[in-house]
């Protein structure tokens, strides 16, 4: 058997028995991240600089949706990720 | 009132962090000369929130300056929050002699500084809030850089926490301290740590990744944790609790967030896809799950709307009983001793919500084209509106804001 089958295979349990896997989460983001290696140039950025696809557009409103979460659900978190401080992607 | 050396000692060190935070921010802007963009801004907002039996009127206001330029950038802000009927009323009803509606007014200031140095991106706050029965300080360091010509961006950040929690007793506003349902009120202190203190303490940790995948496709992902220790139950809520025993929750709790989304363009259509995930996990024993939809349209060059989808869903705590029967055991509220626990918060049941909303937001670089407008341009206007459908004691909820910014 083909060595990425049989770790699929391994892999597979923790999925079906989990409602979340962190090995699974993680190669996720690993294979996201490698993927994305190559460099966007600046020149190809229009895009990405449009304010519908900056999350630091969203602050203000993320930030009051965030402190209704925290007022009315037992979770919270999520509002506001890649904003904080980082100012998005530096795409502007 | 005479203050304690602990309290003293607490406030002069959360004053001296903020104040090192902000004195290194400015040494770091001054050893990095160079020229870069400047923008001022105001913004003016208002929040709105209604359900069955409480009404969350917010209106703020904030400024940011560059000084000069995005080396340095200090911002200020001011919140109102006047909260009716809320979730605390039916305790603090009997405490005030009964009044049909009770309005409370919770004040909020924040000082920010930030700094923008080639791939490198500093920030830190302090912000201090205050109403009736709950005083809040906090104060946080975020740090960035960027990576790959920008293509990827990491984030980290730390905020601390410190707030004090009182129990109001009538309408002239006095208060005692609340340390939680297992201590009793007498021997309960506004000053120190401990059990037998007032101090809910909350350390947040936030990781961010930010990764342009393609030209059009930018992913987000986000870790936070929280850690928090002191009173965290409500001690307005023991009438809602049949056996009528005070509401206790466990003192410590550590919070868990990991999240996901990605913004897709297709630039022909002026459209942007935007799901969004997260899962949440605590050692109460809550697990929530928030997935999302967003789709943002250019319907004009100035125009743009978005409409919203988010399913919400999470899990109960393990102290949390579905027939509400609690018994009164002395002790603190653990995983190994959950027969001490009570509980009549809604936000530790088992329960999910839908929640679909839709967004305009009008920017007015088109406007300051015109004779005598150009002060209108990186102005917009941004309006929302979205409607809850919580399957909870809380029923359905309208939630709106409206935020009109300027820059100069």
């Not at chain 2, 917010?58 to 400024?63: G, H, L």
């Not at chain 2, 740590?193 to 930010?210: A, C, K, P, R, V």
């Not at chain 2, 918060?345 to 005598?372: I, M």
Request: hydrophobic share 40%; proline share 4%; glycine share 10%.
């Amino acid at each position: 058997m083909p060595q990425r089958a049989r770790s699929l295979i391994a892999f597979a349990p923790m999925t079906c028995t989990h409602g979340f896997s962190w090995r699974g989460a993680l190669l996720v983001t690993a294979a996201i991240a490698l993927a994305g290696c190559a460099t966007v140039k600046p020149s190809q950025r229009e895009a990405l600089s449009k304010p519908e696809m900056t999350p630091a557009s969203d602050g203000l409103e993320d930030e009051f949706y965030g402190h209704i979460e925290s007022a009315r659900q037992g979770s919270f978190g999520g509002h506001g990720v890649g904003a904080g401080g980082g100012g998005g992607c530096g795409c502007g | 009132m005479r203050l304690s050396r602990h309290r003293r000692r607490a406030r002069r060190s959360l004053l001296s962090l903020t104040r090192l935070a902000a004195l290194v921010l400015v040494a770091w802007a001054a050893l990095h000369p160079g020229t870069t963009a400047a923008e001022n801004r105001v913004t003016l907002g208002g929040n709105y929130y209604r359900e069955r039996s409480t009404r969350v009127i917010q209106p703020y206001v904030r400024a940011t300056v560059d000084a000069p330029d995005e080396r340095l950038t200090l911002g200020t802000a001011y919140l109102l929050d006047a909260i009716s009927s809320a979730s605390i009323a039916s305790g603090t009803m009997q405490a005030t002699g009964g009044d049909n509606v009770f309005t409370e007014f919770r004040h909020e200031v924040v000082a920010t500084a930030s700094s923008r140095l080639g791939e490198w991106n500093l920030g830190t706050f302090f912000r201090y809030s205050t109403e009736t029965d709950w005083i809040s300080r906090g104060t946080g360091l975020a740090v960035a850089r960027d990576f790959l010509q920008r293509t990827i961006n990491v984030s980290l950040a730390y905020n601390i926490g410190v707030d004090r929690i009182y129990r109001i007793r009538n309408n002239i506003g006095d208060r005692l301290p609340w340390c939680g349902g297992a201590i009793a009120p007498q021997d309960c202190r506004a000053k120190g740590s401990g059990t037998h203190s007032n101090l809910l303490l909350i350390h947040n940790f936030e990781l961010g990744y930010t990764h342009a995948l393609h030209r059009y496709v930018l992913g987000i992902f986000g870790v936070q944790y929280a850690h928090l220790v002191g009173p965290q139950d409500n001690p307005y809520r023991e009438n809602l609790i049949i056996s009528a025993i005070p509401e206790t929750h466990p003192r410590v709790r550590n919070r868990f967030a990991i999240a996901g989304s990605v913004r897709a363009t297709v630039p022909q259509a002026h459209l942007v896809f935007e799901p969004y995930y997260s899962f949440y996990v605590d050692d109460w024993g809550i697990e929530a799950h928030a997935p999302e939809l967003r789709i943002h349209a250019r319907v004009h060059r100035h125009l743009r709307l978005r409409a919203r989808y988010r399913y919400y869903h999470q899990s109960g705590a393990f102290f949390w009983k579905a027939d509400g029967m609690y018994i009164d055991n002395d002790g603190q509220c653990t995983r190994d001793h959950p027969e001490r626990c009570a509980t009549a918060d809604v936000k530790v049941t088992a329960w999910d919500s839908h929640t679909p909303g839709v967004q305009l937001v009008w920017e007015f670089d088109g406007l300051a084209r015109h004779p005598g407008l150009g002060w209108l341009e990186g102005g917009y206007l941004e309006l929302n509106y979205n409607h809850a459908i919580q399957h909870n004691r809380f029923g359905n909820a309208r939630i709106a804001n409206a935020t009109l910014s300027f820059a100069f």
